[in-house]
Every structure is written in structure tokens, then in C-alpha cells.
């Protein structure tokens, strides 16, 4: 769940206190709640998760903060501590070439992907990566494409299918496997496949696959731990703020492949003052474009009609 | 989470490359004053952020947010960012709850600025000078430039209160809303406890920062 490099999300929105050693907890809410006045006492059992609204795009959250609790014992448990001491053992160039190497084996399956969105530069441009990484970067071991101007460009049968059209379908959490959705979920298990069915072994036989999986599993952990920390470690709600992040994300993925350009798609959010809402006149000319992803969005209050007049601001509160 | 992870990789680098040269609607000219306007906020927080970032360990936490407080303040349009993320209960909600989850928003805010720009090793920032319009709103395009690592596209979105062009929001990799990520965020906490443990909350996340 690497989420960008170390500094960043710290220098950015979810900028969060470095909370060394600190493991994510999901008891915020409730002891916020519980520092209340006796008022809302009653409204918030202790023990129990209290009702919610429920949220667009995840008809599943309750299993899905069920499967999120549970990683989350055993990433402090085991996972975690497990994937830290490797990193310490295994020294970094060694960790990035299996990583190079497990990246370089996925090159066939963007490569069919990037034919089945009818991308042939990229597709050229995936097998030549391929090529040259095999031949010339020890099967894949080291990168040498990439300082040929050759990056890695993930894409999958996800991709793919939202490329012609198809939802997400419902937001799912996984232990291992992170937030991903019923599309994208699928979509990866069936790219799994290729290899195994194409070429034989070894890709089809168990133990490569775990063993494969494994690595790939400790490494990613071992290089998101840093992001994961920052990211989850001041969220009140780390589940949802989780997901938050992921469907964003394959959003603006999702836009760039339908080669839509770098405006962030949640500019397209009115963003209406919720204490002008009621005044505000919305007129249709300059109405924002219809989500242009058919990923589900956040829960916004924002009504859907642009405020296309300038906000007037009512009296601010008294926050200075 | 691999694929996850490799994703957003490719994606930083596929948008930040693409930035610049992509055709955006209702493009303003650089050296328009009125664009200048727009990217004035933009420009005297990062030259904020850099001098805290320079300050770093050796000026300490509190001096590093008694500097960044008034550029904050300055600079985003805190109270509207308070409403929006608070959502429709903001009418509902009793004015003295009102300010006290504003000024906890306020200190939130600057407090993890502050605590988050601690250290500097030779980044910088880029402001591009073509502003992009939608309705209200002014999308300003930004990158951070690492010494090591591929360059942050962060975009600034803001919009005009009393004649002064103000930050609303932030995007993070062209794709991911500080607003729509801390309104996930808040979500359950103010179905559960309301704006008053909405309060707490942030109050208690800026006490954090200053350890």
C-alpha cells in the first residue's frame, strides 16, 4: 500500500504528526466521544460500533472493517515486525532487484493490456522494456530500461475494463491484499492467471507463487510503512480514510488512462459553502462535467448544481 | 497492495510529466495581474513553508509554528474549509460550536504544517504560472522539486473571499482532495459524536504535533 515516498504525505494534505512506533488505532472516534459531556454519552455505547450512514461505493463495509481490524492485529502482531526485520537482514539492492525481477515478470501482462486498450505506443514501448531489462538487465534484475527512459507503467485487466466502461463495482478491504474493489479485485486474479496458463511452469506451480507472493508482500510492506504511519497514524477514522485515498487514486488512474488531463477529477466538486447552500442560485451553463470515472465517489454534501457566482461569505466564525 | 503501490508510482510520474503541456480549459495568460492574484497565496505559503523547512530542528517546534501560523491565516480560507468539511450539519450546528470547531480546525492545520516542515534538504517549489477556472474556483498548479526523487504535483485550489483570492483545498498527485480525504476522514466521528467531538478530536491532533 505504498502510498508515495516517505516526506511527501507528510509535507502534503495528510500531513500528520510523526508518530513514531505509534500503531493506528481505531478507538478515536469513541474516545472522543466518551471526553464528552454526558449528553451524547447515550448516543455512543462504548463497546459497540455505533450506526453510520451508509457510504456510496462500499455496501460492504461492515465486512470490510471487519477484514480491516483484523489485518490491522495482525500487521502489529506479525506482519509488521516480521517485514522490518527482513529489511533489516536483506540489504536494500538486493530487496530492489526481486523487486525488479517480480516487476519485470508482470511486463507480458501490461503488455496485453496495453493492446487491449489500443495503446500501441505504449505497448511498444512495454515490450521493448521487457526486451531490454531481460536481455541486458540480468532477467529482469536490474532496471536498465528505466534509465532509458523506459519507466514501469502498470496496467492490468482493471484498467482495462474501465477503460470500456465498467464500474468499480462494490469497495473492498482485504488483509494482504489492501483496498481494492470488486472490478480491480477480479480483474487482478484473472492477470495472475496469464502467466501460469501461457508459459507452464514454473509460473503455474504453488510454491512459486507463494514464494513469489510472499517476497513481493514483505517488500511492499516494508517500503510502505513509513506512508501507511503517516497516512493512518492522525486519522480519526484510518478505514475510511484509507479507502478515501485508494478510490481517489484509481480515479485520477482511471482518468489518465481514458487520457484525460492532469486536472485533479475532484476539481469537478462544486465544493459549496454548506452556509450558502441555500442561497446559492445555480444556473446550468458552467455546470461541472459529470464525474468522468464511473468509480464511485466520496460521500459529498455538495450538492451537484455548480455555484457559479461568487461565493458570499456569511459572517465567518470567530476562528482567529 | 502491490499493485497499489506501483500505480500511484507510475501515475505521479505519468501526471507530472504531463502538466505541463497538457491543453486545460479557460487557460489565463502568465503576467495577467489577475492571475498573479491567484497565485500570490500560493506563493507566500510555500516561501512560508520553506523558511520553517529552513529554520528546522534548531528553531524547534513552536517557533516554526509561530512563524507558519499567520501565513496560514493568511493564505487559506480556514473558516470555509472548517464549513466543507463539516458538510451539511454546519447549519444545524449552534454558533459557539461553530467557532470552537473553526479554531480547532485553524490550529489543526498550522500546527501540522509545523510539525510536518521540520528539515530541509534542498527542495524547492515551482508555481505554474497558467491558472486553471472552473465556476468560482482557480486551480494553480504546483510542483515540489526534490534534489533526489521525482518532482510533488500538488495544485492549489482556491477561490475569492473579500476581494482576496484564499486556498480551499489542496490535491495531492493530481488526483487525491485534502477536503474529500478529511471529510472521509471525519465522516464517522461526526455521525457518532458530532461537531463538538469533531472539536476534540482536531484539538487533540494538534496537541500531538507538538511532540
Known amino acids: 500500500m505504498r502510498l508515495a515516498p516517505p516526506a511527501l504525505i507528510a509535507l502534503t494534505l495528510t500531513a500528520t504528526p510523526p508518530a513514531i512506533g505509534q500503531t493506528v488505532e481505531l478507538a478515536a472516534p469513541q474516545a472522543a466521544a466518551a471526553a464528552l459531556p454526558g449528553a451524547t454519552a447515550a448516543a455512543v455505547p462504548a463497546t459497540t460500533a455505533p450506526p453510520r450512514p451508509r457510504t456510496k461505493g462500499d455496501p460492504w463495509e461492515k465486512f470490510n472493517r471487519g477484514m480491516f481490524r483484523l489485518f490491522q492485529s495482525f500487521d502489529r502482531a506479525v506482519f509488521r515486525p516480521v517485514a522490518l526485520a527482513v529489511g533489516k537482514i536483506i540489504p536494500k539492492p538486493i530487496r530492489s532487484g526481486i523487486r525488479n525481477f517480480l516487476r519485470n515478470l508482470s511486463e507480458p501482462v501490461v503488455f496485453l493490456n496495453d493492446v487491449l486498450q489500443l495503446k500501441p505506443g505504449r505497448a511498444v514501448r512495454t515490450l521493448a522494456r521487457f526486451t531490454l531489462n531481460s536481455a541486458v538487465g540480468l532477467g529482469g534484475l536490474a532496471d536498465v530500461a528505466k534509465t532509458a527512459k523506459l519507466p514501469h507503467r502498470d496496467n492490468g485487466l482493471g484498467n482495462t475494463l474501465a477503460h470500456y466502461g465498467v464500474g468499480p463495482g462494490p469497495y473492498i478491504f482485504l488483509p494482504i491484499i489492501g483496498p481494492t474493489t470488486l472490478r480491480d479485485f477480479s480483474s487482478a486474479q484473472a492477470d495472475r492467471l496469464v502467466l501460469p496458463l501461457a508459459v507452464g511452469k514454473p509460473f503455474n506451480r504453488f510454491d512459486w507463487q507463494l514464494a513469489t507472493g510472499a517476497l513481493a508482500g514483505l517488500d511492499q510492506r516494508i517500503e510502505s510503512d513509513e506512508d501507511l504511519r503517516t497516512l493512518l497514524s492522525g486519522a480519526a477514522d484510518p478505514y475510511a480514510t484509507l479507502r478515501s485515498v485508494y478510490l481517489q487514486s484509481r480515479i485520477a488512474e482511471i482518468a489518465e488512462i481514458k487520457g484525460k488531463t492532469a486536472t485533479p477529477t475532484t476539481f469537478e466538486d462544486p465544493l459549496e459553502d454548506p452556509a450558502s447552500a441555500d442561497t446559492a442560485a445555480p444556473t446550468g451553463a458552467d455546470a461541472p462535467v459529470a464525474d468522468p470515472s464511473p468509480a464511485p465517489t466520496e460521500e459529498a454534501p455538495a450538492p451537484p448544481p455548480a455555484a457559479n457566482e461568487v461565493q458570499i461569505e456569511p459572517a465567518s466564525p470567530a476562528g482567529t | ?211
Open chain 2, 1 to 211: 497492495m502491490v499493485q497499489f503501490v506501483s500505480r500511484r508510482l507510475v501515475l505521479g510520474s505519468l501526471l507530472a510529466a504531463s502538466a505541463a503541456e497538457s491543453a486545460m480549459p479557460a487557460l489565463a495568460q502568465s503576467g495577467d495581474p489577475s492571475t498573479q492574484a491567484v497565485t500570490a497565496p500560493v506563493r507566500q505559503l510555500n516561501d512560508g513553508l520553506l523558511a520553517i523547512m529552513k529554520a528546522g530542528s534548531t528553531a524547534g517546534y513552536a517557533a516554526r509554528l509561530n512563524r507558519i501560523s499567520p501565513v496560514v491565516d493568511a493564505t487559506f480560507d480556514l473558516p470555509l474549509m472548517t464549513r466543507l468539511v463539516v458538510g451539511s450539519v454546519w447549519t444545524k450546528t449552534p454558533a459557539t460550536d461553530q467557532s470552537a470547531v473553526a479554531a480547532a480546525f485553524r490550529k489543526m492545520t498550522a500546527a501540522r504544517y509545523a510539525a510536518s516542515f521540520k528539515g530541509y534538504s534542498g527542495e524547492s517549489f515551482e508555481i505554474d504560472p497558467k491558472v486553471e477556472a472552473r465556476g468560482p474556483d482557480r486551480l494553480v498548479h504546483t510542483k515540489l522539486i526534490r534534489p533526489r526523487g521525482t518532482p510533488v504535483a500538488l495544485d492549489y485550489r482556491l477561490r475569492q473571499s473579500g476581494g482576496q483570492w484564499r486556498i480551499i483545498d489542496i490535491y495531492y498527485q493530481n488526483s487525491i482532495s485534502q477536503i474529500a480525504t478529511q471529510r472521509s476522514d471525519f465522516a464517522r466521528i461526526l455521525a457518532t459524536g458530532g461537531v463538538k467531538a469533531l472539536t476534540i478530536h482536531l484539538t487533540q491532533l494538534a496537541a500531538t504535533s507538538a511532540k
